[in-house]
Every structure is written in C-alpha cells, then in structure tokens.
T-cell receptor, first 111, second 113 residues
Framework: QKEVEQDPGPLSVPEGAIVSLNCTYSNSAFQYFMWYRQYSRKGPELLMYTYSSGNKEDGRFTAQVDKSSKYISLFIRDSQPSDSATYLCAMSAYTGNQFYFGTGTSLTVIP | DTEVTQTPKHLVMGMTNKKSLKCEQHMGHRAMYWYKQKAKKPPELMFVYSYEKLSINESVPSRFSPECPNSSLLNLHLHALQPEDSALYLC????????????FGQGTRLTVV
C-alpha cells in the first residue's frame, strides 16, 4: 500500500464550479499536510499548509484535515480557468525530513 | 520572500559531459532537498541536507553527486548521465529538518542526449 493515495483524475469542471480534491494516507504519524499546485513544466507552488486536524481558508481555497479518517481535502470555490493545473498533496511526520507526495490530480476548468 | 532560485532553467548534455545544477534560497531555511520529476509523476526524493549535512540519500546512482557549500546553496553535480535521467530536477527548502512547509524552485529541465 502506498503511503499517500490520490485520485489522478483527470477532473474537468465548468468555470465557477466548486472543486473538491482529496487524498488518503495510511501513516498515523503524519502531522503536516500541504497542497501544491503545479503548472505544466513548472515547479510545485505551495498553496496551503496545515498542521494536524482542522480547516484552513485562504481566499478561494479551503484545506481540511481529518486525522481520524486519515483523509485530507482541498476545496476551490468559484473555480477559474487559471486554476487548471495538477494539484499535489504532500505530508510529513513530526520527525524526519521526508515529504510523501500523492500522485497528483489533473484539473481543467472550462471557460 | 519565499523564493527558491534554480539555475539553469534548461540544460542539454551529452552522456560524457559533466555539469552542475545550482539552487539558492535566502529564507534562512536549514533543510534543502533535491527531487527528480518525470512527466505526469509526482516528485521523487533524491537527497536531503539538514543543517548542511547530508541526512537522506535515496539510493541515487553515483553519477549524481550533491553538495551543500553553505546554508543557502545546494548543488547537484552530474556526470556520465543516461538518457533515462532526463527529467525536471527540483530543489526545495524548509525551515527546519522536521519537514515543515517546503518551498520549491521552478526546476531545471534536463535532457541527456
């Protein structure tokens, strides 16, 4: 079993839709959770960073962490064509230097 | 400033060449990482430096040689690469060695011919 599972998509939505992206994980030691957006042929850009459980909101983006279910989500409200990218979840434990990535979800927002 | 700067952006090299990739950050981060990313795949960890000491080497072939001259700089020396080593090479940094939020550079797109 992989440490982190993420549906690769592709996901295609109309402009203005609410997008839900999800990852599940198996390691209960994970405490730090990140979402990255990666445009084609560019480096990953950190969107959201969450420690432990709970919600975090930043503009149109909301990150949720449910440690009891080992499940994290990223919601994008009022999606825009410029949100079309691959979204990667990543997580790490309290100790150690490794980040564990999901496989990424490819999102296309259609104007 | 959350910028990690990588140079060069693109590199084409022959299998007998020696080249180096460079990475720089001025956020005071003490952990720096090299990742390799193939198309439509997530980044794969290669090396981690924590407080300028190599702390993780993910069984990377010796034709890749990392170097951390100081806390702001990270190099990846390349020698005798194979065509299958063609990929996007990403540098990242995080504040401490306990894997808090990591910031990535834009990557070096390497083509081995």
């Amino acid at each position: 079993q992989k440490e982190v599972e993420q549906d690769p998509g592709p996901l295609s939505v109309p402009e203005g839709a609410i997008v839900s992206l999800n990852c599940t994980y198996s390691n209960s030691a994970f405490q730090y959770f990140m979402w990255y957006r990666q445009y084609s042929r560019k480096g990953p850009e950190l969107l959201m960073y969450t420690y432990s459980s709970g919600n975090k909101e930043d503009g149109r983006f909301t990150a949720q962490v449910d440690k009891s279910s080992k499940y994290i989500s990223l919601f994008i409200r009022d999606s825009q064509p410029s949100d079309s990218a691959t979204y990667l979840c990543a997580m790490s434990a309290y100790t150690g230097n490794q980040f564990y990535f999901g496989t990424g979800t490819s999102l296309t927002v259609i104007p | 400033d959350t910028e990690v700067t990588q140079t060069p952006k693109h590199l084409v090299m022959g299998m007998t060449n020696k080249k180096s990739l460079k990475c720089e950050q001025h956020m005071g981060h003490r952990a720096m990482y090299w990742y390799k990313q193939k198309a439509k795949k997530p980044p794969e960890l290669m090396f981690v430096y924590s407080y300028e000491k190599l702390s993780i080497n993910e069984s990377v072939p010796s034709r890749f040689s990392p170097e951390c001259p100081n806390s702001s700089l990270l190099n990846l020396h390349l020698h005798a690469l194979q065509p299958e080593d063609s990929a996007l090479y990403l540098c990242a940094s995080s504040q401490y060695g306990d894997a808090t939020e990591a910031f990535f550079g834009q990557g070096t797109r390497l083509t081995v011919v």
